[in-house]
């Protein structure tokens, strides 16, 4: 027997007005969000970035192939990794049937990391995705938006990520500082450890190019990639919500693995 509320249907109905007058208003803020989104200023990206991608090297111009506007998503994929995280490959699995309809409205999507385009080319296989990812490996531009750090940020400055400062890592041989299970485990799935698992982080940028110049015009960072994965979406209209129950997340390929 369910210890969830059972109501008749008119009482249903209540609550259902109730909560449909707060998602009327959570929608009129999402439309001032966005707005306000595009009212930010612009910064000038003065430093010529290089990626490896399926076409060779290209710089951040050509990344935008010919449209004004570019979504970078910052793929958990680091060069110690063996396999992209866990998470941002769940989110991955929903982007390729978008793509043609952000193209017709002037915008180019791909995703970055820092793992050897060779590596990130498998995984794609693997995963079977078609989207665009290129490689940032010996680039700058990672470190740059503040999405990966290096060994000494973490360990001797502490890092800023998500518009924060974190504190130092404090790791000792054989120990993870006292990170998480959580952490722990998704690093293992990656095939490394978690303070190298932590030098990459999840994220979106946007640019804009006018005549010869590129700006950076957003960023987010950790929950504020929410709105972007689809299954979230989703799950939050379920009847049991996101149902996280311990450590769930796996790549598509892996659920029947337990």
Same mark, same amino acid.
């Given at each position: ?22 998602? $009327?208003?959570?929608? !009129?803020?999402?439309?001032? *969000?966005?707005?306000?989104? !595009? ?9 010529? +970035? ?13 990344? @935008? ?53 060779? =590596?990130? /080319?498998? +995984? ?6 078609? @989207? ?8 700058? @531009? ?12 973490? !360990? ?7 518009? /924060? ?13 006292? *990170?998480?299970?959580?952490?722990? /485990?998704?690093? $293992? ?7 190298? #698992?932590? !030098? ?6 946007? #640019? ?6 590129? +700006?950076?015009?957003?960023? =987010?960072?950790?929950?504020? *990639? ?6 979230? /979406? ?22 029947? $693995?337990?």
């Amino acid at each position: 027997m369910t210890d969830h509320p059972i109501a008749g249907r008119a009482e249903w109905q209540a609550a259902r007005d109730e909560l449909l007058a707060l998602e $009327k208003e959570h929608t !009129r803020m999402g439309d001032e *969000l966005a707005r306000r989104r !595009r009212e930010l200023p612009w910064v000038r990206v003065e430093k010529e +970035y290089r990626f490896d991608t399926d076409a060779g090297t290209r710089t951040l111009a050509e990344l @935008f192939d010919g449209r004004s506007q570019l979504f970078v998503y910052h793929f958990m994929f680091g060069p110690r990794y063996e396999a992209g995280c866990p998470v941002c490959s769940s989110s991955a699995d929903a982007v390729d049937g978008v793509l043609a309809h952000l193209h017709a409205r002037d915008v180019t999507m791909l995703y970055v990391s820092r793992a050897p385009l060779e =590596t990130l /080319q498998a +995984y794609k296989r693997r995963m079977g995705w078609r @989207f665009p990812w290129v490689s940032s490996a010996g680039s700058d @531009f990672n470190f740059d938006f503040n999405i990966s750090f290096t060994e000494e940020q973490q !360990r001797e400055k502490g890092i800023e990520y998500n518009f /924060q400062r974190e504190p130092k890592l404090e790791s000792r041989p054989g120990q993870d500082g006292g *990170l998480s299970p959580v952490l722990d /485990q998704f690093a $293992k799935s990656c095939g490394t450890d978690a303070p190298t #698992f932590l !030098r990459d982080r999840p994220g979106m940028s946007t #640019f804009v190019r006018e005549d010869d110049a590129i +700006y950076h015009t957003y960023s =987010t960072f950790a929950r504020g *990639l929410d709105g972007l994965w689809n299954m979230y /979406q989703w799950l939050d209209r379920a009847p049991l919500g996101r149902n996280e129950k311990g450590i769930w997340w796996r790549r598509h390929d892996e659920y029947a $693995k337990g």
